[in-house]
């Protein structure tokens, strides 16, 4: 369990974190995806920094745990939470972002950035792709977990729930789904588009053990993951993350038109100002 000197460090890198995306949106010239990369801050942090074991000094090393960022459009983020861990320096995602053969593209790719465990983009295919590697790896008698972040406007598709039912079915206890719960879609609200409610009834209906939480709330976070069952348990666990889009910043928070965009140097110098003022580090 983590200490109270643990979660400070925690929300410190959210909160460098934050920064890092604010600058990155406003010197980059196309759109960043800066609503979704904002309210999934904390779990990509708590994942990196302390839920994982990874080691950005072996990115290979086989008994490492597996994610797969299956909303992929939130690649700024990740790239951010690993660049914080060490995997790379955030400078040249700073540079590069975006460019023409840069590693650090709008959506992951392993081919062009190691320590990436599967390309993502597509939406709706994440869980799929997750449900293999955790199946490989209780067939190799492999005690790692994979985890999965999917955003709750792709579990609009069906081959979530397949992957889900197989996932119950198989008895994959090592694998680990979380949802973004944002509740805002490109254009619209997720139950504009298709009602999802009772959405953590319909989790375990698929036969999944269902952990509901303020996922903008560190503490709460950390708690969730460490709750999560051991790798031998043959029930999954999928983590219902509830966030707000564009947390921490005031004229984006809860609107659908922060879905994606980019920032002028007066909407940057505003963001940056409403972190400081959301991490008590204001001057009011």
Sequence with gaps: MADKQTIDSLKEKAYEMRKMLVELCCDYT????????????????????????????????????R???SKGHGAAGMY????????????????????????FGMHPC??????????????????????????????????????????DGETCEGEVWEAALSTSSFGLGNLVGIVDR???????????NIVM????????????????????????????LDNVPDTGSSKPVVLLSHTVKGKGVSFMENTI?????????????KALLDIEESYGRGNA
């Design 110 to 151: 392993k081919v062009q950035l190691p320590g990436v465990e599967s390309s993502s983009g597509s939406l709706g295919q994440g869980l799929a792709i997750a449900v293999g590697m955790a199946a490989s790896a209780r067939q190799k008698g492999q005690k790692h977990r994979v985890y999965c972040l999917m955003g």
């Design 182 to 192: 944002n509740k805002l879609m490109m254009t619209n609200t997720t139950e504009d």
């Design 67 to 69: 994610f797969i960022l």
């Design 257 to 269: 038109g922060w879905h994606a965009g980019s920032l002028n140097t007066e909407q940057a110098e």
């Design 197 to 224: 409610e009772p959405y953590a009834d319909k989790w375990r209906a698929f036969g999944w053990d269902v952990v509901e939480f303020d996922g903008n709330d560190m503490e709460q976070v950390v708690a969730a």
């Design 30 to 65: 196309g759109n960043i995806h800066i609503g979704g990369d904002l309210s999934m801050t904390e779990m990509l942090i708590a994942l990196y920094h302390y839920a994982m074991n990874v080691d950005p000094k072996d990115i290979k090393m086989p008994t490492r745990d």
């Design 80 to 103: 951010i939470a690993m660049a914080l861990r060490g995997f790379f320096d955030y400078d040249t995602i700073f540079k590069t972002y975006g460019k023409l053969d840069s590693a």
